[in-house]
């Protein structure tokens, strides 16, 4: 179980961050694949931070329910490895040996705030992750003093939304309810997560978070993660004909990322690119190409697009 344990910390490591996490009042909230291939199995890792929208150094109010919707088309899939059939009170007492090997899927951590003051706060648990065959089976043990504190269970609502209705914690006056304030979770490449079967033209995977809270609001917030579009080949030329030589320079302010497109096709990404971007239209045949530039600048995400003719056309 050691050596288990130690091989899935190593994958998890490896983990890269995500192309963009959106930032809200209420949640930042980040989910990334560990592969940009489309159709292939992954590692995936997300990160919700919970706040008070109304004061950020005060407890978020309670998670009443909680919907994470992966990238459309893809697939978390409870057959492809082994589930975890064992109940909370067998959980409790037999710890991850409850289950059979291969159904831990990945580990995480969780934060909660129980308004307890600096003696309790944060109230941090370590958290094993397993596949229930419909639902993900989540251990918490609090790392203070090894305790395990219960289970939680989110399900498959579809092959690619996880769902839960988790129950109120117990915690401080007033309110004697704790708050989640961070779940970061992290699972290995494996046969259960899918990535989608193709990839936007823009190169970006969505995810979206909604919640609902006991004070009576729903919130959501997004991610993207990088994925690899199939790039279409240039038009071929007869021989002897036209090609450009040209190489068009577009000027733009400090972007954080840029993605080019022709005629709807990647083409090239660019990562903290200069402010001049080359457009390079060199081997291309006599004739009219549409050029989108997808330009990422803080959090926001804007299109460019022109139309360049090669070769006199």
């Not at 609090?142 to 305790?147: E, F, L, T």
């Not at 402010?275 to 390079?280: E, L, R, S």
Request: with cysteine; glycine share 8%; aromatic share 6%.
């Amino acid at each position: 179980m050691r050596r288990t344990a130690t091989a899935l910390a190593l994958v998890l490591l490896s983990l890269p961050p995500a192309a963009h996490a959106d930032s809200t009042p209420a949640a930042d909230f980040n989910l990334a694949f560990g592969t940009r291939a489309p159709a292939a199995a992954t590692s995936m890792a997300f990160r919700i931070v919970y706040k008070n929208p109304d004061d950020p150094n005060a407890a978020p109010s309670p998670q009443r329910r909680i919907v994470i919707e992966l990238p459309r088309g893809s697939r978390i899939d409870g057959k492809a490895v082994p589930a975890c059939t064992a109940s909370d009170a067998e959980l409790q007492v037999l710890g991850p040996s409850a289950c059979p090997a291969g159904s831990r899927v990945g580990s995480g951590v969780a934060e909660l705030q129980t308004g307890g003051g600096p003696a309790f706060d944060p109230f941090i648990d370590d958290v094993d992750i397993f596949n229930g065959g419909k639902e993900l089976v989540e251990l918490f043990t609090h790392r203070r003093d090894g305790v395990r504190i219960g289970v939680g269970r989110r399900q498959f609502s579809s092959p690619d939304t996880l769902s839960e209705t988790p129950p109120p914690q117990p915690g401080a006056p007033p309110d004697f309810e704790s708050s989640v304030r961070v779940l970061d979770f992290k699972f290995a490449a494996s046969p259960f997560i899918t990535t989608p079967a193709g990839c936007p033209a823009d190169g970006e995977w969505r995810s979206k978070l909604t919640f609902d809270t006991a004070d009576g609001h729903t919130y959501t917030a997004s991610s993207t993660t990088p994925c690899d579009p199939d790039t279409a080949p240039a038009a071929p030329a007869h021989a002897g004909a036209c090609r450009s030589r040209r190489v068009v320079p577009v000027r733009l302010s400090h972007p954080a990322r840029v993605t080019i497109l022709r005629d709807g096709k990647v083409v090239r990404r660019l990562r903290r690119p200069r402010t001049v971007i080359p457009v390079d239209l060199r081997g291309l045949p006599r004739g009219s190409y549409r050029y989108t530039l997808v330009i990422g600048e803080g959090g926001a995400t804007r299109r460019m697009t022109r139309v360049f003719r090669t070769c006199g056309a």
